[in-house]
């Protein structure tokens, strides 16, 4: 007679305990964060990690454009010392302070009057913003076209005013002033649209709080919209510093970078290949950029620690 055997039942499972199924599920999502980040981080390295070491490690080299590199300790860095380079620090610092005082002021009224949605008001906003699209470099041209003393139609303006032609690029004075102007024009409706958001964003009942205490229109201004717009002046504030300080473009087709109006970015493409000395350049462009981290960085903590 045949023996009939039963299958045992299976041993029950153990439960997962939820604190282990939470870091399981936490550590998948870890990995799948990672694992999208990673082409961006490895982006990063490749076009800003690599170029700043390569970059410090030249600048304690003697290495011409042409030819076999050296050590050379600091002596790069005496390229910081140089009358000309020096004259160029002065030179940017006194334009990146008038241009971000100048840009920020008609940025500021901009965002102000184009704020509130009427009719018509995003013609307006069109109009003002269009100049942003434009290159730089093509803005500059445009404007030598418009700033040459010979053939400039706003000579001919001048002219016809009886004010006689006027040098716009002659000098230092009016090659700064000319030059403010142009980038107030490129850049102000850029920096319009950045404050008008921030300027969108404060919650309406503030200003009607702000009116029933009998507040007027300064006072508002003072003590609710601005503190309430920190955080985009601090955007506005860094976007200008940071591109005053790197000016380059606009000099060097206005005014062909000549010692007057030099700026530091003129002095590393003169270093780099007027002089042919890459480590001189490079010693030059990791002073800037020191200055630029410590810059930025002071400013944002001093706005954050204000808005509190």
Do not use: C
């Not at 454009?65 to 610092?93: H, M």
């Not at 418009?146 to 004010?163: D, K, Y």
């Amino acid at each position: 007679m045949a023996t009939v055997t039963q299958a045992r039942p299976p041993a029950p499972t153990r439960p997962v305990p939820p604190a282990r199924r939470r870091a399981t599920i936490a550590g998948a999502r870890r990995r799948l964060g990672l694992l999208y980040a990673s082409p961006m981080a490895l982006l990063v390295v490749v076009l800003f990690v690599v170029p700043l070491v390569l970059m410090v490690w030249m600048s304690f080299n003697h290495w011409p454009l042409l030819g076999a590199s050296a050590p050379n300790g600091v002596e790069n860095y005496s390229a910081l010392q140089d009358p000309l380079f020096l004259r160029a620090v002065v030179f940017t610092l006194k334009y990146t302070a008038v241009t971000t005082v100048v840009l920020g002021l008609v940025a500021f009224g901009l965002a102000l009057l184009v704020q509130e949605t009427r009719p018509g008001v995003g013609a307006y906003r069109t109009a003002l913003f269009l100049p942003s699209v434009v290159g730089l470099a093509s803005t500059s041209l445009l404007f030598y076209g418009l700033f040459n003393t010979e053939a400039s139609p706003l000579n001919e303006l001048v002219r016809f005013l009886g004010l006689g032609p006027l040098d716009w690029l002659g000098s230092t004075d009016n090659a700064l002033a000319s030059t403010v102007g142009m980038i107030t024009w490129r850049f102000a409706g850029f920096y319009m649209l950045i404050l008008m958001t921030g300027l969108q964003s404060i919650d309406p009942l503030l200003y009607e709080a702000a009116r029933a205490d009998g507040a007027n229109r300064w006072q508002i201004l003072w003590r609710v919209t601005l503190p309430l717009l920190r955080p985009t002046l601090a955007l506005t504030m860094v976007l200008s510093l940071t591109g005053s300080l790197l000016a380059f473009d606009q000099f060097f087709i206005l005014t062909g970078g000549r010692h007057e109006t030099a700026t530091v970015v003129i002095s590393v493409y003169r270093e780099a290949f007027l002089s042919q000395d890459l480590g001189r350049a490079a010693a030059v462009s990791v002073a800037i950029l020191a200055v630029l981290i410590v810059v930025n960085g002071a400013q944002l903590r001093l706005l954050r620690r204000g808005g509190r």
